[in-house]
């Protein structure tokens, strides 16, 4: 085998190591140990796993090993260390949901997710840190501490998909799956300057996941390149309908449209951004167009800046069904953090009429975002108006404007696409003067995996964002 050293093993792609892994330059046994050693030397500092499987984990690279000595591949994914957030079902590994409810909870079956990564020959690492019951965007957990962000640590991870961006991010793992409900898998994966999918609503099994708001609530990757996305999504997505086209990571080249017209919405996604995410979000939309040879067509959606509001108040009363269907609210209201408890309180409180109301707002939302898909393949938005605030940070002025909490900044740009249910995709698109790295958002249309994908991959393709990584020093 050839040499490599265990800080260029984890930095290699999926797709890098699955090729490695096919010749026989490297073995699944060494990734795994490099992984472990990652995280033995950083976890400390960053917070980023809730549990680490390291035996288990050992015993699975050995058998991969031996099976891919015998030609028995099953798949890009076979010996590759990845890790889950901890809302994610585990056989015989506590899933703790970042809560101290659960902090003892160890299922007795895997949730689909987990199954199908399983059945992928995907290697489970451990699970990582989150915000408490994914009820939050910034992944300060006040029972297992926050996770810190790698590219300057007194910041945010981003949530609640924080500690799974992190790992991806510094080499803790390959890859990992997170959930998004308002923007907690693309939100970090902006944050921490890696990809995020979140997919079209349905397209990932939700079973065996702890719900925030079941009508929101998305399953998806996030991974060091598009490519890898596509190759994780591919193992955890449902089948499509029989008239739509599957994304293939092979085929992401080949599948990208001749005609490419891109959707720049004219109101609410480019209103009150950080002078540098504006910045670098119109250069990466430039560079996109240009690239690619396509025409942007200036899109008015008017509907979008007034369905935030509903849409939050859907997902409050949706979790507090749940929390409240299982006995944990309020009979255990003091063991919640206080942020979870307060949107709890929230919850509660709402009355029938503005639930009926959020769901009118949304139907309208999708229709709007439905006929904006009739005269565009994709829509370019930031994914966050903002760079990683300070951990601690409560309220933040954006571009002059009234103060707000960071909560509803970070969550401005991407709780339409869980609102309609329709896919979108953060890419890496540059740095602040800090060093701090920031997103391009893409949304498609229902089902538009493929094209979304080719098109991000078009992207990353004329750019080296992806390339950056976190020194860990």
């Not at 984990?57 to 099976?67: G, T």
């Not at 890009?76 to 902090?103: C, E, M, Q, Y």
């Not at 689909?112 to 300060?140: D, P, Q, W």
């Not at 229902?446 to 390339?467: D, I």
Request: charged share 25%.
């Amino acid at each position: 085998m050839a040499s490599h050293s265990q800080d260029e093993l984890v930095l290699l792609t999926i797709e890098q190591a699955a090729r490695l892994l096919r010749k026989k330059e490297i073995s699944p046994v060494e990734l795994v140990e490099a992984s472990l050693a990652r995280i033995e030397r950083w976890n400390p500092a960053l917070n980023v796993f809730l549990t680490v499987v390291a035996e288990p984990a050992r015993r699975q690279a050995r058998a991969a090993e031996r099976e891919l000595r015998r030609g028995k591949s099953k798949g890009p994914l076979h010996g590759i260390p990845i890790s889950l957030k901890d809302n994610f079902w585990t056989r015989g590994i506590r899933t703790t949901a970042g809560s101290k409810i659960l902090g003892d909870f160890v299922p007795q079956a895997d949730g689909e997710v987990a199954a199908r990564l399983a059945a992928a020959g995907a290697i489970l690492l451990g699970k990582t840190n989150m915000h408490e019951f994914a009820y939050g965007i910034t992944s300060e957990n006040p029972h297992y501490g926050p996770v810190h962000n790698p590219w300057l640590r007194d910041r945010i991870s981003g949530g609640s998909s924080g500690g799974a961006a992190v790992a991806v991010a510094t080499g803790m793992s390959f890859a990992s799956v997170g959930t998004d409900t308002g923007g907690s898998i693309r939100v970090p994966s902006a944050l921490c300057g890696v990809v995020g999918l979140k997919p079209t609503y349905g397209m990932v099994s939700l079973f065996g996941v702890v719900p925030l708001s079941a009508s929101f609530d998305h399953a998806g990757p996030i991974a060091r390149s598009v490519t890898d996305a596509c190759i994780m999504f591919e193992a955890i997505a449902e089948k499509y309908p029989k008239d739509q086209k599957p994304p293939d990571y092979r085929k992401l080249r080949q599948n990208r449209p001749r005609r490419i017209r891109l959707g720049w919405p004219a109101n609410f996604f480019f209103e009150r951004l950080d002078s540098e995410v504006r910045r670098l979000v119109e250069a990466a939309a430039k560079t996109l167009a240009t690239s690619t040879g396509a025409r942007v067509v200036e899109l008015p959606l008017p509907r979008t800046a007034d369905s935030v509001d509903d849409g939050t108040n859907l997902i409050v009363a949706e979790a507090n069904h749940y929390h409240e269907s299982q006995g944990y609210y309020p009979a255990r209201a003091a063991e919640y953090g206080e942020d979870v408890r307060g949107h709890l309180e929230w919850g509660h409180q709402l009355s029938a009429v503005r639930y009926l109301q959020g769901i009118e707002k949304r139907r309208a939302l999708e229709d709007e975002f439905a006929a904006a898909f009739e005269r565009v393949d994709v829509i370019v938005a930031p994914t966050s108006p903002i760079p990683a605030p300070s951990i601690g940070t409560n309220d933040v002025r954006v571009a002059g404007a009234r103060e707000t909490t960071v909560r509803a900044e970070l969550l401005r740009m991407t709780r339409p696409a869980n609102l309609t249910g329709f896919p979108a995709i953060s890419v890496p698109c540059g740095f602040t003067r800090q060093g701090l790295p920031v997103g391009l958002q893409l949304i498609g249309p229902r089902w538009g995996e493929a094209k979304l994908l080719s098109l991000a991959l078009a992207y990353e393709e004329v750019t080296e964002w992806h390339r950056s990584h976190p020194q860990l020093a």
